[in-house]
């Protein structure tokens, strides 16, 4: 009880509770953080349908985009803007990371997530090439949060283009029966009439005209029986038909 001091276990002590307090407090963050990446993960996963627009005020301005130029996107593309409750492949963990910080930022809880992808990349109901992760804002545009995977093919515009409305599937068509009615000899067309037409006039016109119809009907059974619709028509939906 009355036994001398020594100093440097005195200072020991101290020390030895400063760092026990810094190593509580780093344990204390490590722990929110955790806490805040598995809350996100959840949101991720069961993020409601319907659009719950954010307030923030802190975020960099050049990754804002209204929802015209992601319909423009998706449609051009051939993508589809989804809730990422409906995304089957993995969110990557930088994606996580960089939503936590915006959190932190703006003090808030984003609860709401939309994603630009393919179709394949989603679980669509009946009625992981490069995908963008987007939160809705009070504004009506959206805030890109992160994007990952690889960049799309350079024939993904091109192999898109037919299908990108029903115009342009019209468009198509006709350029394919044009096509063929242009390369088709004039003894198929006339089924080795005697006549000689010439290689323009009326059967050329009417053998367009056929190829076209032809090609419709094939197109549109296709389409129907594979569930393949015009992109304008399906960017944003949930179902594949």
């Known amino acids: 009880m009355f036994s001398k001091i020594n100093l440097k276990d005195e200072l020991k002590k101290f020390q030895s509770k ?15 953080d955790e806490l805040m990446e598995n809350n996100i993960k959840k949101n991720l996963n069961s993020c409601a349908t319907s659009i719950e627009n954010i307030d923030l005020t802190k975020y960099n301005k050049n990754d804002v985009y209204d ?4 319909k423009s996107i998706a449609v051009k593309y051939r993508l589809r803007f989804l809730p990422t409750k409906y995304f089957k492949n993995e969110i990557p963990q930088e994606a996580i990371f960089k939503t936590k910080s915006l959190e932190k930022k703006n003090n ?8 630009l992808a393919p179709a394949t990349s989603f679980d669509l109901e009946d009625v992981n090439k490069d995908p963008l992760l987007f939160a809705p804002l009070k504004n009506g545009k959206y805030l890109l949060i992160h994007q ?36 088709t000899p004039t003894w198929l067309i006339l089924n080795s009439a005697e006549i000689d ?3 323009f006039g ?6 367009f005209l056929y190829a076209y119809i032809l090609i ?3 197109t549109t059974f296709i389409c ?9 028509y399906q960017w944003n939906k949930k179902t594949y038909n």
């Open 18 to 32: 400063e760092n026990s307090d810094i190593l509580d407090l780093v344990n204390n963050q490590l722990l929110n």
């Open 67 to 70: 929802l015209k130029s992601i």
């Open 108 to 115: 808030t809880s984003i609860k709401n997530f939309h994603i």
């Open 148 to 183: 990952w995977g690889t960049d799309l093919a350079w024939y993904k515009k091109l192999s898109a283009l037919p299908l990108r409305s029903l115009e342009s599937i019209l468009i198509s068509i006709g350029f394919v029966a044009l096509f063929l009615s242009l390369i």
């Open 197 to 199: 037409m010439g290689y």
């Open 202 to 207: 009326y059967h050329r016109i009417a053998w």
């Open 216 to 218: 419709s009907s094939i």
């Open 224 to 232: 129907f029986s594979q569930n393949i619709y015009p992109s304008e």
